[in-house]
């Protein structure tokens, strides 16, 4: 097979992984260091002899075909390394394996792969460059070095507990281990059933639940748990040892003669089958508490764990575990955050005889936290009725405990009938007070919330509107078609920077309107026009209000949207339709938190 064109492989190869183009000659020529290339189907197009040195496959067997065929058995696990390396154009170095015995000669020692994408001037992806070097003690601390570096950026990407637990049990195999669960301790609650409440099992008890699995074998067929299971194991397992002392174990020859495994039949099926045959446990801990533990084991690689492989995983877990805990505090933060929100805003909301009312609201993702949006129907003298959605600055506990205090607020000032921008500027006052108060504590803040009030008066079918800082309603008339609002806007609430103006519209029998918070039509990735032009297609349909509610929310981008989501529709009853009194339905399960 004809060589490919020149590729300059000097560059690539010290960047992944320190060789200097003087070591390596011309870029595809003969050298100590096995070169093996890929295309963009993961097919051999070229290798050099010092691969064949170093792992005995012979170059025919190898050009042409893919990586389970082309590499040695114990490298299998690399072809899912080459393809993330072809998606994302990430080098990955580091991943070591031994080289079984080929047609009955084995040879020696373990080998280090490197992978480097190959890119044509454009930037677009030609293939995979595998870069096999022989490993000395000298270079597996330098790759271990490196692949503690590559954790850090690959392991706790997010703020979710079962993704960084699942990151870390990736990340682990095959650089470490050929098998890998993270198992979590009842010290993170992550909304489930607390395990202490769910009981033994005859000699089993329920310690763990799987967070995070990982195999190199598809499908982890040895796990006997799946992640999300609860886990149960004898009391004398040394999973509850490791979890109960904080110390490591070790057991470079896994026996499954042993009095644990002989009460875990189970387990020692899956070990028996599938060549499980080194074990270590790692505890997880960080700030003084043990979150869970690792289990690492070894089949397809035939070397036993020692004490460097230890110390290896000690460290890669004591990394991951900061990650872990800053996930289970955070998603602790966000449950009493989101219970609190929850608990102040309204269990029903009722239009009385003039509207028909319904309203959805849903929680920021975990990302960015729960945040203040508050709604509330307010019933007023003479059949009137107030609408009001606002939302406070800031996500979290703070948050909903400020948007609580705003709601009372509001609720307190609409009883003494003022009109809306009194109302708002009254509020604003409200806000500043409570800014000044925040300001005496430990936990200094500013406060500043967006707001708007609307009254509609059904003897004249008017509604009188005034907001701070606040996106416009949408109007839907009766013949058809939705308009948003054109309203003066006054600056956000807590600024101190009054006064806020009200505009009237009139709003005939069978018209609807809708508010909600800037989280329905934000976007990242889109302006906020694009987000009210499709609020204003999904009103713009005739049906049920819980229909339309739906056909909204539906369009947003993100079942889990990064900013909490009010939703607020009213319709304006016929006066034949009205009833002489309020006649408010018992609320719905899931009518105010959709899932």
């Known amino acids: 097979m004809a ?117 044509d001037a454009e930037g677009r992806p030609m293939g995979v460059c595998l870069v096999v070097l022989r490993i000395t003690g000298e270079h597996r601390a330098g790759d271990r070095l490196a692949l503690l570096g590559e954790a850090g950026a690959r392991i706790g990407t997010t703020l979710d507990v079962m993704r960084t637990a699942q990151e870390l049990a990736a990340f682990s195999v095959p650089c470490l281990a050929d098998f890998v669960t993270v198992d979590l301790a009842d010290t993170l609650r992550l909304g489930e059933e607390p395990l202490s409440r769910l009981g033994p099992d005859g000699d089993y008890v329920p310690v763990f639940r799987r967070a995070g699995l990982s195999s190199v074998h598809e499908g982890a067929p040895e796990a006997v748990s799946q992640v999300g299971d609860v886990v149960y194991v004898p009391s004398s397992s040394p999973l509850t040892r490791v ?214 008066d059904p003897a004249g079918r008017r509604c009188t509107i005034a907001r701070a800082g606040h996106p416009p309603p949408a109007v839907r008339h009766p013949e058809g078609g939705v308009t948003f609002l054109d309203l003066p806007n006054g600056t956000p609430l807590g600024l101190g920077m009054p006064p806020y103006q009200a505009a009237e519209v009139e709003l005939p029998e069978g018209s609807l309107i809708a508010l909600y918070t800037d989280g329905l039509i934000e976007d990242r990735r889109h302006d906020v026009d694009t987000g009210m032009e499709r609020v204003r297609r999904a009103l713009d349909r005739p049906g049920r209000l819980d229909d339309l509610c739906a056909a909204v929310l539906g369009t947003l981008p993100s079942a889990t949207p990064p900013d909490d989501v009010t939703l607020l529709i009213a319709r304006t009853r016929a006066a034949s339709s009205a009833p002489s009194r309020a006649r408010c339905p018992a609320p719905r399960p899931g009518n105010r938190f959709p899932r």
Not at 86 to 110: F, I, K, M, N, Q
Not at 390 to 398: A, T
């Open 243 to 456: 979890l109960s002392s904080g110390r490591s174990l070790l057991e470079p020859v896994l026996d499954t003669a042993s009095p644990w495994l002989s009460r875990d039949p189970a387990r020692a099926r899956k070990i028996d089958r599938f060549g499980l045959h080194s074990l270590m446990i790692v505890p997880i801990r960080a700030r003084g508490v043990v979150l869970g533990v690792v289990l690492l084991l070894r089949s397809d690689d035939p070397r036993p764990f020692d004490e460097e492989d230890l110390l290896f995983a000690e460290e890669l877990v004591a990394r991951a575990a900061l990650s872990l805990d800053n996930a289970r505090r955070y998603t602790h933060e966000r449950a009493t955050a989101l219970a609190l929100q929850r608990g102040l805003l309204p269990r029903r909301v009722c239009g009385g005889p003039s509207l028909d009312v319904v309203s959805r609201f849903l929680p920021a993702d975990l990302e960015d936290g729960v945040g203040g949006d508050w709604y509330d129907v307010i019933p007023l003298p003479r059949d009137r009725v107030a609408l009001v959605v606002g939302d406070v600055v800031g996500h979290g506990i703070d948050a909903a405990a400020t948007m609580g205090r705003l709601r009372t607020a509001v609720r307190t000032l609409a009883d003494l009938d003022l009109a809306p921008e009194q109302l708002l500027a009254h509020l604003d006052q409200t806000i500043i007070r409570l800014a000044e108060e925040e300001s005496e504590g430990p936990h200094a803040s500013s406060v500043s919330a967006s707001c708007l009030y609307a009254v509609y």
């Open 3 to 119: 060589s490919p064109a020149p590729i300059d492989l000097a560059g690539l190869l010290q960047r992944a992984v320190g060789v200097t183009g003087a070591a390596l000659g011309s870029p595809l020529a003969p050298s100590a260091i096995g070169l093996a290339l890929w295309n963009t189907d993961l097919r051999c197009t070229w290798v050099n002899d010092s691969l064949e040195d170093y792992d005995g496959i012979p170059r025919e067997r190898r050009l042409g075909h893919r990586p389970d065929a082309a590499l040695p058995a114990g490298a299998g696990a690399l072809e899912a390394v080459m393809r993330q390396v072809l998606a994302t154009g990430t080098p990955v170095s580091g991943r070591e394996y031994l080289v079984p015995a080929v047609d009955g000669v084995r040879r020696d020692g373990a080998l280090s792969a490197c992978c480097i994408r190959l890119e």
